[in-house]
């Protein structure tokens, strides 16, 4: 297949208004959430993207029907009258990271799962050691073997699971298998981004009982069945963040439709102490350039109620035109800076660091990984032939396209487009000089 990419040319302030789309993160998990029962459930504002499509598949293997609804956009049916297998193929291992969620439903209502090996952007290690931790405290026997994770249980207990870390991917698979089990559960050092308390409020309308209570704990008392469910996806404030900073970036003006200050509290904070414009409207909070250099500011990743890690890529962006030096502590994934070394090819000033440049606790001190960085700006960004590594990377390069001198070309586009909904067209609808070349059709099929 000849290769896609898009032809940026830079230097044209972004205005207008964008929608955004219902967040990836939480619409593929709540695909998965339907196989709980084998009624009916309506999820309205899923986003038509790679990683919905890849999902939906993967639940179809094991039984689930799904339809899109043709008269209103983003709305789809699923139901799972019966799980026909309890084996989901190797050709899903590595595509995504959601195929070791599937252990819960499966084991609910088949009693047996094997699942592929995970995949995912390379961004760093994220072990599954803490899912199957969660589910063997659940009375799950669960053994690996040639790729495959496989799991067995008569009936799920109700257990406390103390997660050594507040993963989101073990939090949601904790929930998924206390929902139906017999007895209580508690979930401490839960994680408890807006995502998994969209997933809380999904499951509860399913019938489930759960508790979101103080210091991160989740208290789960087992149902003996789920019923059908309709729910409306929320926004996606990784996207809103994106469509800020392009907007700030390139001297623009940009009214992000959905963009919900509730879920974007801290990166707002960090965008005021930098400086940059924004307004909150009726419909969003529209993101300007105020007219005057940006400050330099320091920050660091962590999970929620922080700085979220998958605004750390667009806003190391951001400081490259910052007046002055930036630091940024990276504590949540120990090799997303990965992404640095292009940018530093169109013209960015970043160094990377091993030691933590920060203050908050960090799990990866003296463990040798480049997960700090010093930015010095501003700094001219220069046109390149570039290749995305992952998906928040992506979009940090289209910004950088956007804001340099000359014509870029950005390379391994499936990565943006596997999480961002008509993300040409959204960049095309803010007046960026940007073109799709090559092959015109991608090679995920966004069904």
Excluded at 28 to 50: C, D, F, M, W, Y
Excluded at 107 to 136: N, S, T
């Amino acid at each position: 297949m000849p290769d896609r990419y898009y032809e940026i040319e830079g230097g044209k302030p972004l205005r207008g208004r964008v929608r955004v789309s219902g967040a990836k993160n939480a619409a593929t998990k709540q695909i998965v959430a339907s196989l709980l029962t084998n009624e009916p459930v309506v999820l309205h504002n899923v986003p038509r993207i790679g990683d919905t499509a890849v999902t939906l598949d993967l639940c179809s293997t094991v039984g689930m029907r799904y339809e899109w609804d043709a008269a209103r956009p983003g709305v789809v049916t699923l139901q799972t009258p019966s799980i026909d297998t309890h084996e989901l193929p190797l050709s899903f291992s590595g595509l995504n990271r959601i195929p070791i969620l599937l252990l819960g439903p499966l084991l609910h209502r088949y009693g047996q799962a094997i699942v592929p090996m995970l995949g995912g952007d390379a961004i760093g290690r994220r072990p599954v050691d803490f899912h199957v931790k969660a589910l063997q405290a659940l009375g799950a026997e669960i053994t690996f073997e040639q790729g495959r994770y496989h799991a067995c249980a008569d009936r799920l207990q109700g257990a406390v699971i103390d997660l050594p870390y507040p993963s989101v991917g073990a939090t949601e698979n904790a929930l998924f298998a206390a929902v139906l089990a017999e007895g209580t559960t508690l979930i401490r050092n839960a994680a408890v981004e807006p995502e998994v308390i969209d997933q809380v409020m999904l499951l509860q309308k399913m019938g489930a009982i759960i508790f979101v209570d103080t210091d991160r704990t989740l208290v789960v008392e087992g149902v003996e069945r789920l019923h059908g469910a309709e729910h409306t996806v929320i926004n996606d404030r990784n996207e809103a963040a994106s469509f800020a900073i392009a907007g700030i970036i390139t001297g623009g003006d940009v009214l992000v439709e959905g963009a919900e200050q509730a879920n974007m509290l801290t990166f707002l904070n960090k965008l005021r102490q930098v400086g940059a414009g924004f307004e909150f409207v009726p419909d969003g909070i529209r993101f300007f350039h105020p007219d005057r250099p940006l400050s330099p500011i320091a920050l660091e990743t962590d999970v929620h109620p922080g700085f979220m890690t998958d605004w750390q890529q667009p806003f190391v962006m951001l400081m490259t035109q910052a007046d002055g030096l930036s630091v940024v502590h990276e504590t949540v994934y120990e090799r997303r800076f990965g992404y640095t070394e292009t940018l530093v090819q169109m013209g960015a000033e970043i160094q990377l660091f091993r030691q933590c440049l920060g203050e908050k606790p960090c799990r990866f001190k003296s463990r040798d990984f480049p997960h700090s960085c010093i930015i010095k700006g501003p700094t001219p960004l220069h046109a390149a032939d570039v290749t995305i590594p992952d998906l928040r990377a992506g979009f940090s390069y289209l910004i950088a396209a956007a804001v340099a001198d000359g014509v870029s070309r950005i390379h391994g586009v499936q990565y943006v487009e596997r999480g961002y909904s008509q993300i040409l067209e959204k960049f095309q609808g803010l007046g960026a000089n940007i073109e799709l070349r090559g092959d015109a059709y991608s090679n995920l099929q966004i069904r």
